[in-house]
């Protein structure tokens, strides 16, 4: 069996397809699966996701993968509900979730002027992560997200929307984005290719 150059985690979470063809853009072929041999053996994994946590841990739960994905060892990274997932806990339906970032997903609290989910274009900044080898500091990125992750130690670039946050965490082979980097063109595109050279 071939193993694949990038295998996408299926499950109840939508904008997959985007992710793939993101990929394609790049020359690389990618698998779409919640099969654990094959997730397993995959050279690098992308958990990506436009959902809602409670549903998309449960349908993971329901494949085994919340078991399977911490245990992986490969470079991964999760985006969006992908990222989310990753932390311990969210207050989105009061879920636990991964436990790989020691963090709690947080709701925005909306402020003057803001509004809630954040949805469009913003920057990022404070890079100390191979995944923006090559980035102006200040790049613009997409969002469409009302949950975020907390700066920590685990934080590796921000974004300020209301308060600063966490853009990207990265604990060993686990590296997270808040936004979607398969639609933040030239930018989300080079974030691609320093993963794919991880």
Known sequence: MK?????IIKYNAGNIRSVMIALERLG???VLTDDPEELAGAKRIIFPGVGEAGTAMKSLRQKALDRLIPTLTQPFLGTCVGMQLLCRY???S???CLGIFDLDVKRFVPAAGEKIPQTGWNQISGYRTPLCDGLKEGAFVYYNHGYYAPLSPYTV???DYIHP?????QKDNFFACQFHSEISGAVGEQIFKNFLKL
């Open 28 to 30: 690389v072929n990618s």
């Open 90 to 92: 969210s207050e989105e």
């Open 165 to 169: 946050y966490s853009a990207i965490l």
């Open 157 to 159: 670039a921000e974004t």
């Open 3 to 7: 193993v694949p150059e990038v295998a």
């Open 94 to 96: 009061d879920t636990t």
